[in-house]
């Protein structure tokens, strides 16, 4: 059988504009990609409004949300998001969602990689965390793929739908990264 091969060089970021809320609204929309989140699936007017506040949120003095359209060829496929949750101590989170017609592919250990370099390299924090489902083991496994380090579990920390979940903490520090580029 022959295997798909994807070109990660086809592989953008860039600022969200209006009209990508088309996009967005094609993949958070699938119940599949919120089963681990505490929004969707989305209505129309869910996508519009996350696109909406993302473009307000890089016009406040001293952004701390920093999200962006990745694109796959050209395509609008999924979202990458550094929030800067501590400037003082030079501390930031990292989240990302694709599209599941691009899960397994790679593509998420490369948005994961390159919001690590922005972190770092662009913003100059020094210690980058991210959390997860502890069922999620796509993600997790994404996590210890880009250098993060297990810490551990947060109990009860994330009220979803159905009641709430743990989140397992995953971290790195700047002098422990290894830029892949």
Not at 71 to 88: C, F, H, P, S, W
């Amino acid at each position: 059988m022959k295997r798909n091969t994807w070109d990660k060089s086809q592989l953008k970021w860039r600022e969200f504009k209006e009209e990508d809320w088309k996009s967005v609204h094609e993949y958070a929309s699938q119940p599949i990609v919120c089963t681990y989140q505490p929004w969707g699936p989305n209505t129309i007017d869910d996508s519009k409004a996350f696109v909406d506040q993302v473009i307000k949120d890089r016009e406040i003095d001293h952004r701390t949300r920093f999200a962006f359209a990745i694109l796959y060829k050209e395509k609008v496929i999924g979202t990458g998001e550094l929030n800067i949750d501590d400037a003082v101590n030079l501390a930031g989170v990292i989240s990302y969602i694709l599209h599941p017609g691009y899960w397994g592919k790679g593509l998420g250990t490369e948005v994961a990689n390159r919001l690590l370099q922005y972190g770092f390299k662009e913003m100059g924090l020094h210690r980058i965390c991210a959390t997860c489902d502890p069922g999620n083991t796509g993600s997790a496994r994404i996590l210890t793929k880009v250098g993060m380090k297990k810490e551990g579990r947060m109990r009860e920390n994330l009220y979803m739908k159905d009641g709430w979940r743990d989140s397992l903490l995953f971290s790195v520090l700047e002098h422990e990264w290894t830029d892949p580029f």
